[in-house]
């Protein structure tokens, strides 16, 4: 086996991610070609984790989406995700804590692991609510591809040609929920975690190099068709394929002038265990959440006194409840998400004069001063930074 004299020639795919430009926005803008390439660094940082953290005999619970790697992960969720194999059988166990869901989904292949995805993608899911698991109980479950004879507790499917696994943990209340504490073992017997050789290794880093290209390839292709079939500032309630059978979201992509706001109006459901709304970057990230106020959920939300929800995208804080912050960016992403409710109310969004919102807003709007904000997103900061994101 020879060596190639320096590691950037198994990055050389790497540039797939930055050709990956045409099909943004603004190919041409400088400012787009550098969110690109920060972009780029996160997926090939976290494609660490996908092909050298563990493997499908030797499980373990890696980072996927949560504030640091931000391809569209939903702001009230840290999600994590281990290979595994349909051929074998698997446990995984620990605490359920008491976040508002503990979810797992299995398919054949995660985003960014193949130039496309199969179809179908051997989803299976499993909502530890729907299984009597409690708030704050032990718990253990079995996945495999058939259940095991005799076997009697907690079991789920995953397809035979399964490769991959990740698990949602969706928290409402940020300052108070608590997340699960899991481990992932194969109940098969299986050698010692080998040693790679250079030959995989090698190998290894080329398919990191691919990752970022493969994922944008993905991401971009949904926003912009947003985009393209429905134009700014309008919600295009969908479904997803292998995404929560029990979840409708409402897409759209916003754009707006510094001296302008976004009024985003919406019914609540009467029946709505889950609801959030979160502001996306152009390029189909998740914007700062942590450090900004730009996800909010029902948990989190002020509600006006007609039992309706207002929200206002403004590039400034307009000193009302529900600010979503879009972090310096005129034009971007929004997702909604309706989980389990009894309707699917599809919002709307009226642009206005920033020094006209209040005229466009019931008149009992409350007043936010800037140490209520302040304070606001001091909790945010406090009671995300918690979480166990690693």
């Not at 166990?93 to 985003?111: E, P, V």
């Not at 995989?200 to 393209?228: C, S, W």
Request: glycine share 6%.
């Amino acid at each position: 086996m020879e060596i190639e004299p320096t590691i950037l020639s198994y990055l050389a795919d790497l540039e797939g991610a930055v050709a990956n430009l045409r099909d943004t926005w603004h190919p041409d803008d400088p400012a787009y070609r550098a969110d690109v390439y920060r972009q780029t660094m996160t997926s090939l940082s976290y494609a660490y984790f996908m092909y050298f953290h563990a493997d499908a005999e030797h499980p373990d619970w890696a980072p996927l989406w949560n504030p640091v790697y931000t391809l569209q992960p939903n702001p009230d969720d840290i999600y994590v995700q281990s290979p595994i194999r349909g051929d074998l059988t698997y446990r995984v166990s620990g605490n359920r804590g008491t976040c508002k869901i503990l979810s797992f989904t299995s398919q054949k292949a995660l985003s960014g692991t193949v130039d496309e995805l199969p179809r179908p993608g051997g989803h299976n899911e499993l909502d530890t609510n729907d299984i009597g698991i409690g708030l704050g109980e032990d718990f253990s479950i079995v996945f495999s591809a058939e259940r095991p004879k005799g076997y009697e507790g907690h079991w789920a499917p995953i397809d035979p040609d399964a490769r991959g696994m990740f698990t949602r943990y969706r928290m409402y209340d940020w300052h108070n929920e608590v997340d699960p504490v899991l481990s992932i073992e194969c109940l098969d017997p299986v050698p010692p975690k080998p040693r790679l050789m250079p030959e995989e290794i090698l190998h290894r880093i080329q398919e990191m190099a691919k990752f970022p290209a493969r994922k944008t390839k993905l991401y971009y292709a949904m926003q912009n068709g947003v985009k393209d079939r429905v134009g700014f500032n309008v919600f295009e309630p969908l479904r997803m394929p292998g995404a929560l059978v029990k979840q409708t979201y409402w897409p759209a992509v916003f754009q707006l002038e510094e001296d302008e706001a976004l009024i985003i109006e919406t019914e609540i459901p009467q029946r709505a265990p889950y609801w959030n709304i979160q502001l996306n970057d152009p390029y189909f990230n998740a914007l700062e959440y942590v450090y900004r106020l730009s996800s909010s959920n029902g948990a989190l939300a002020t509600l006006s006194s007609d039992g309706m929800y207002r929200a206002v995208i403004a590039l400034t804080d307009p000193g009302v409840p529900n600010w979503l912050d879009p972090a310096g960016y005129k034009e971007g992403g929004i997702y909604g998400r309706w989980y389990d409710c009894d309707s699917e109310p599809v919002p709307t969004i009226t642009r206005v004069k920033l020094a006209d919102l209040r005229e466009h807003l019931p008149d009992d709007t409350l007043v936010v001063t800037p140490e209520q904000r302040a304070e606001e997103i001091r909790r945010r900061v406090v009671a995300c930074q918690r979480r166990r994101r690693w």
